[in-house]
């Protein structure tokens, strides 16, 4: 248990079974265990002032953490206390420490064995300051020791099992696992990446040993306000390979193979079996390219159908290297695309017009007996030296002024405030 305020939180234990139980063939992935545990959070209160920041307990919101991509293989994994075989198989590099030594070439020496908070830095005490309800990140990266790595991809992260508390640190409640990622080391490790993070008692979305557990939601219990339940799903268009789609008692991702009305039907129909009063419904999606602020339309299509006709709640996106920009539609939040949030890419130098080291902590306040969003804002951040700092005002400014550009078309605005933090408007 982390101690954060005085005030405590306890999660009670959540018993989350698959509906159907596959005998798997010795080469296929044995069914881990269903029952996961929600981790404790010390509730910060006070008034909330209209224009002000989020926190959690305040009116009886439920508050939400959301980042884009946590990527924290290769470079990163190794400056952590348990650093993988350095080997990787990219036509780029042959060694993950090449990517420490890109950065280290770019900001001077980086440190090694470093605590695992590192590698959060500013963002942890924002979340400590927050005491947000659930807090939840999509994973770009295998947790194994595997080395069986997909032949023919030309990417591979992996961190090593033993550095799982650089996860658990943050107190994560979900890690969405419906990337390009989870499967670069093989099914050994999507199994061992499923142990690790039930041993955590972290939760997962989006990735199974047979398909009923890919697609099964991630559910978190918040005491006296409700609970928040999160589908992930990934597609062709973020790199995820159509062969990594789990299908029967074969392991893999929760694959979506169009935005068509009949698979907003399927969705819907799951989300209905699952859902009840003050339940938030949350579709983490990993989708579109890396780069551009271009929104795909049917991105925009099947986003607003989903919370028409399936009552999701808060569309999370991710995939984009940057954030672009988003809307709030009939007062729920769509993330078309959060940026990366952690990852070893500082030392590359390549569309550098995007500012990709920029991104976003997302915080949204939502009324649980609506649905509705109530409230949000964004804390800027940028990746240096491995670990997140917060943005400096003019690099704040300058993300204000991109997302105001392409908010433009969907009606919202961007204020920044005195503490370098973005207030969100919509109409």
Not at 213 to 234: C, D, H, N, S, T
């Amino acid at each position: 248990m982390i101690y954060r305020d005085k005030q405590i939180n306890r999660r009670g234990f959540l018993i989350h079974a698959g509906k159907n139980f596959c005998a798997l063939s010795a080469a296929s992935i044995l069914n881990s265990a269903s029952i996961q545990s929600g981790t404790s959070r010390y509730e910060v209160t006070g008034q909330q002032i209209h224009g002000d920041e989020i926190r959690s307990g305040e009116s009886g919101l439920i508050t939400l953490f959301l980042c884009g991509d946590v990527m924290t293989g290769r470079g990163v994994d190794q400056i952590l206390p348990h650093p993988s075989d350095p080997q990787i198989h990219e036509s780029y590099l042959k060694s993950a420490i090449g990517y420490v030594k890109l950065a280290e070439k770019l900001h001077g020496p980086l440190p090694r064995k470093v605590d695992y908070s590192y590698i959060w830095g500013d963002a942890l005490e924002e979340l400590i300051k927050r005491g947000t309800d659930v807090r939840i990140i999509n994973l770009e990266t295998a947790v194994t020791g595997s080395d069986d790595y997909w032949k023919g991809k030309g990417i591979h992260y992996r961190m090593h099992p033993g550095n799982i508390p650089c996860i658990t640190t943050a107190e994560i409640d979900c890690c969405v696992l419906a990337n390009n990622h989870v499967l670069d080391w093989g099914y050994t490790g999507l199994e061992e990446t499923l142990k690790t993070l039930e041993r955590a008692k972290v939760k997962t979305a989006g990735a199974g040993s047979h398909i009923d557990e890919a697609q099964a939601p991630a559910i978190m219990e918040v005491p006296g306000k409700g609970r928040v339940l999160v589908y992930a799903f990934g597609t062709s268009s973020s790199g995820v390979p159509k062969n990594w789609a789990a299908f029967g008692c074969r392991a893999g991702v929760n694959y979506l193979e169009d935005y068509s009305s009949q698979t907003i039907q399927r969705i819907a129909k799951m989300i209905q079996q699952t859902k009840r009063q003050k339940d938030i419904v949350v579709a983490s999606i990993h989708w579109g390219g890396n780069w551009g602020y271009e929104i795909p339309e049917d991105h925009v299509g099947f986003a607003r159908q989903l919370i028409d006709h399936a009552q999701v709640d808060v569309i999370h996106g991710h995939s984009s290297h940057h954030p672009i920009g988003f809307e709030v539609y009939k007062n729920r939040p769509i993330l078309y695309g959060c940026g990366d949030f952690i990852n070893d890419y500082e030392g590359i130098q390549s569309h550098k017009e995007y500012r990709a080291d920029l991104g976003f902590m997302y915080f949204a306040g939502i009324d649980p007996t609506t649905g509705k969003l109530e409230k949000m804002d964004l804390t800027p951040t940028r990746i240096k030296r491995f670990r997140v700092n917060r943005a400096s005002r003019d690099e704040a400014g300058w993300l204000q002024h991109v997302l105001n550009r392409e908010g433009k078309k969907f009606g919202t605005s961007i204020k920044l405030n005195k503490d370098h933090r973005l207030l969100v408007e919509w109409r």
